[in-house]
């Protein structure tokens, strides 16, 4: 009896003890949701008093004593913070709290829970680092906070203690510093991921214990180093994802030979010189291989092609081949590979003809990219075999022939490129069967015939890019039928015919360029309907009319009209689109009142010359001021008036010619030292002597900032300007200063060019001594002229460019010098020759935009006859300058725009070499130029400037590929006969073409 009631007693206190703690955690987990948001606590609607425990939403039980093991709430999208009163959970053996919105701190007291031995805490928010209470859960398997906040916290050497750990997921978690020693304690593991942290320095290697690792992630960080020799003794390996780090160095040759479990291998985006490690093909599990944007060189290899599960080969930027035959023969042993899914090695140096067999790859491929390579031949006829394709990109190569009808059985394509090739025939109506087609490039070669209105059953097509090239007919009415293009570019073309009338169905559109083609008509009034227009091109066609009602067009960021026969007024309301950064409404018909307000103050984005018959304008635009109309009723009266006016105005000509005469007479030996009224009346306000020694304070030496052919050039304030200008001061004692003076007010009072450099206004007038003074006031260029930054070296100190330009920022320089011969050439009322082009006359603003300066010896074709100017040449200061100008001139051989190509050819060699072309290392039948063509293509790093090749370019970048395709458009330019120099449009389009090949963006309307 005695002991019944000793075991009752017994049961009743483990009863009450047993309540007792099943109390404590449902009080924990009452604490937990209270601090779960409001909107959110409706998921735990069954943690209440009157539920069991045990029955709550995400609670498990364990079956002796009903305590809490497990809490699952992965992907509750929970918010709010995590209780402390987790901690409490005395005997809980997992935690997941997995996709929610937690945020705050991950509480010190789940270092209680020493039986937890899963903690998933993944896709949160929270931050704080990690408690150090937490390495006291010495049962952990699983520990999980990918993708959190954790605050730039830095990595616990105390990790080394969880030695039972097989999962370590800290990826994304805004982790900094080294990896600490202590993980090569963790023996146990199988996956680890630091991936998407700051983490840096080098890979311990003490990593080399981890020898059960299956999955490793270091990816995107900022780890250093040659690879890591630690991770060759981790043959278990399957999953190896190192990308976007600085690893260096060349891979061991028996890299595959070590890890022969691997399936996954990224590496791509580091520093990974030598050749690819043959022995990666005796990894036979092998699926992904990923080793894009290293600088790897040498072959790909061939046994690829037994890698029977390959899926993915990226291979892109790097350096592989040797641009010759033999370089694509991998391609032929791929065919072998039935699972292959990717394809991509563009931007390297493969050559030699596409093989035919490309067409035998697997079905199964979905992107083939070839593109930036040096890959000739044409596409095989069978390439519509590969029909499980949706991007094939060949662009940037040298292929040529057509385009093969098969295409048209690649139903599931989305996208094609065979941009900048040397592709030529018709483009096959067949293109239009692949309907889901999005992105279509075709531009950059010699297509020729009708643009297809097949393609318009290419109902998703986004990008329609058909421009240089030699298309003819109309542009199709089903191409405007394609409501999804957000691009069309047909520009230089030979279109005819007008633009449809119902361009504005195409209400996505935001770029339209269709310029230089033979389109005429009037602009559809519906082109106001296109309500996502960005750029807006049309300009070198016959459009005539007004332009229509495009008010409503306010993203409108560049708009080009010039060129082209349009009249009427220019609309108001193109001043107040607040995001316009260029319009150009030059040469036409348009007339009257040009507005003054919004966009139209600023004429470094407006250009409006060419039309004879505007008037008014800010002050800068030079125009004629506009007169009102006077009421019907005074007419009469207008009309004596003029009259008696005309008449007196009659005689006092006379009596100023007869007074003129005799004055004349008197100074005949200073008939050239007066500036003519024609050209002085172009600047409205001109200023006077006195002022430019007041803001020059006296011609003092300290505002002094350069000196140039025929004066001295000071930097001044203009308070009625507001604006810092650049004087410059002729020296009048010079022969043939005048006729600088006046070559330059004559060419430049007429011209607008945002490349060109502004002329300000002049002054024309007698200093304190009574001796003529001339000075031309300028836009002032923070950056100085280019030939500072050439040559630095050359340089004071206090004035030197604080470092080199990169390759890109010459581009796009030489880009803007060739865009103003363009223009001067091309498109002005009378052809311009600048005669003097050097990199001391291309001055630099504020963000490295170009400006051509100095048109002392510019003359306008045509209008100056060949006598003077031959007899110029002979006159001490107006030969041009040594090593710049045409040989012909030399000659006495006639001025023309072929000079001034020849000078731009050789400003590309000193822009691209550092060598003047008057260096002292050339001489008899060495030149700047016989030294660059020697030197293309094989030695042209040989005469590259080292500055080039040091300063802004990626690992693996082609510096030899793209410095050669500019300095054979230099050699183009500076052809000894200058029938067979190249046309400053044809020199654009190849520079254009050559930064779109090789840097991929263009920068604004400067390119």
Not at 5 to 10: A, D, K
Not at 539 to 560: C, H, R, T, W
Not at 649 to 667: G, M, N, T, Y
Not at 775 to 791: F, K, Q, R, T
Request: charged share 15%; with cysteine.
């Amino acid at each position: 009896m005695k002991l019944f009631l000793f075991l009752s007693f017994s049961a009743l206190m483990s009863l009450e003890a047993f309540g007792n703690t099943h109390e404590t955690d449902k009080q924990a987990l009452l604490k937990f949701k209270s601090q779960v948001s409001e909107e959110k606590k409706v998921l735990l609607s069954s943690w209440n008093n009157s539920s069991p425990l045990c029955r709550w939403n995400g609670v498990t039980c364990g079956r002796k004593h009903k305590r809490v093991t497990r809490l699952d709430l992965g992907g509750f999208q929970l918010g709010g913070v995590i209780s402390p009163f987790i901690g409490n959970l005395s005997f809980l053996i997992s935690l997941n709290l997995t996709e929610n919105s937690f945020g705050g701190t991950i509480p010190q007291e789940l270092g209680n829970l020493f039986r937890l031995q899963h903690l998933f805490m993944a896709f949160n928010f929270l931050n704080g680092g990690i408690p150090a209470s937490l390495f006291n859960c010495s049962r952990l398997l699983v520990f999980d906070l990918y993708s959190n906040n954790l605050g730039q916290g830095l990595l616990p050497s105390e990790l080394g203690s969880l030695n039972k750990l097989v999962i370590l997921d800290l990826g994304k978690t805004n982790l900094k510093g080294k990896l600490p020693l202590s993980l090569g304690n963790l023996t146990s593991l199988r996956h680890l991921s630091f991936a998407v942290n700051n983490l840096e320095g080098e890979i311990p290697d003490a990593i080399a214990r981890l020898t059960q690792m299956v999955e490793f992630a270091l990816h995107m960080n900022n780890f250093s180093g040659v690879f890591p020799s630690a991770i060759y003794n981790l043959s278990s390996l399957k999953h190896l994802s190192m990308y976007g780090n600085g690893f260096s160095g060349n891979l061991r040759p028996d890299f595959g030979n070590l890890l022969p479990n691997l399936q996954k291998l990224f590496m791509g985006n580091n520093s990974l010189t030598g050749a690819i490690p043959s022995t990666l093909a005796n990894i036979s599990a092998l699926r992904f291989l990923a080793m894009e944007y290293n600088s790897l060189t040498g072959s790909i290899p061939l046994n690829f092609g037994k890698l029977r599960y390959f899926q993915t080969l990226s291979l892109s930027d790097n350096s592989l081949g040797s641009f010759s035959a033999g370089d694509l023969e991998f391609l032929v042993a791929l065919t072998n590979c039935t699972t292959l899914q990717s394809l991509h090695v563009a931007s390297n140096r493969l050559g030699g003809d596409l093989p035919a067999s490309i067409a035998n790859l697997s079905m199964n491929l979905n992107q083939l990219l070839l593109q930036n390579n040096f890959i000739s031949g044409s596409i095989p006829h069978d390439i519509g075999n590969l029909i499980g394709l949706q991007a094939l990109v060949l662009s940037g190569n040298l292929l040529e022939g057509p385009i093969p009808v098969s295409f048209g059985k690649l139903s599931g394509m989305m996208g094609l490129s065979v941009h900048a090739n040397r592709m030529s025939g018709e483009i096959p109506y067949s293109l239009g069967n692949i309907t889901r087609l999005e992105k279509l490039y075709l531009s950059n070669n010699s297509f020729e015939g009708i643009i297809p209105p097949s393609l318009g059953k290419c109902s998703y097509l986004l990008h329609l890019h058909f421009h240089n090239n030699k298309l003819n007919g109309i542009i199709p009415h089903e191409i405007i039928q394609i409501s999804t293009l957000v691009s069309l570019s047909l520009s230089n073309n030979l279109l005819t015919g007008s633009l449809p009338e119902d361009i504005g169905r195409l209400g996505k559109l935001v770029n339209l360029f269709v310029a230089h083609n033979k389109l005429s008509g009037k602009l559809p009034a519906t082109l106001g309907k296109c309500l996502s227009l960005e750029q807006l091109d049309l300009q070198g066609n016959s459009f005539d009319g007004i332009i229509p009602e495009i008010s409503g067009l306010v993203d409108i960021k560049e708009a080009d009209f010039s060129s082209n026969n349009l009249s009427g007024r220019i609309p108001e309301y193109l001043a107040n689109f607040r995001l316009l950064e260029y319009l150009n409404l030059s040469f036409n018909n348009f007339e009257g009142n040009v507005p003054k307000e919004g966009k139209f103050k600023n004429v470094n984005i407006v250009s409006v010359s060419g039309n004879k018959n505007l008037c008014g304008g800010v002050l800068e635009l030079r125009l004629k001021p506009c007169f009102t109309q006077p009421p019907r009723n005074s007419k009469k009266k207008l009309v004596i008036r003029i009259s008696i006016g005309i008449s007196l105005l009659l005689l006092l000509l006379l009596f100023i010619a007869s007074v003129s005469l005799c004055w004349l007479k008197s100074r005949t030996k200073k008939n050239t030292n007066e500036a003519a009224p024609s050209t002085l009346r172009v600047f409205h306000e001109m200023i006077s002597y006195v002022d430019l020694r007041n803001v020059t304070d006296g011609f003092s030496s300290s505002n002094l900032i350069g000196s140039g052919s025929f004066g001295t050039v000071f930097k001044a304030f203009l308070p009625a300007e507001n604006k810092v200008v650049a004087v410059k001061v002729l020296n009048m004692q010079r022969r043939g200063a005048m006729r600088s003076f006046m070559a330059e007010c004559e060419s430049l009072k007429d011209i607008r060019h945002r490349n060109l450099v502004k002329l300000v206004t002049a002054c024309s007038s007698i200093d304190f001594q009574g001796n003529d003074f001339r000075a031309l006031i300028y836009e002032y260029m923070p950056n100085g002229s280019l030939d500072m930054w050439l040559h630095p070296k050359e340089i004071e100190d206090i004035s030197r460019p604080s470092r080199t330009l990169t390759l890109l920022e010459r581009l796009n320089i030489v880009i803007d010098v060739a865009s103003v011969l363009e223009y001067l050439h091309l498109n002005c009322h009378e052809a311009i020759s600048h005669c003097d082009l050097k990199p001391s006359n291309v001055l630099l603003d504020d963000d490295l935009t170009a400006h051509v300066s100095d048109f002392g010896l510019a003359r306008i074709l045509l209008k100056f006859d060949q006598e003077t100017f031959i007899n110029q040449l002979s006159s001490a200061g107006i030969r041009g300058s040594i090593g710049y100008a045409a040989p012909e001139y030399a000659m006495g051989g006639e001025i023309s725009v072929h000079g001034d190509a020849y000078s731009f050819g050789i400003l590309i060699f000193e822009m691209f070499s550092g060598k003047r072309p008057t260096d002292e290392m050339f001489g008899g039948d060495l030149t700047l130029r016989s030294c660059i063509r020697s030197a293309i293509p094989d030695q042209v790093l040989d005469v590259a400037d080292e500055l080039v090749l040091h300063n802004g370019l990626r690992i693996g970048f082609p510096a030899a590929e793209c410095l050669t395709k500019v300095l054979e458009v230099g050699l183009g330019c500076s052809e000894e006969s200058p029938a067979n120099r190249l046309g400053m449009s044809e020199v654009v389009k190849e520079l254009i073409s050559i930064k779109e090949r090789f840097f991929k963006t263009r920068r604004g309307a400067r390119s």
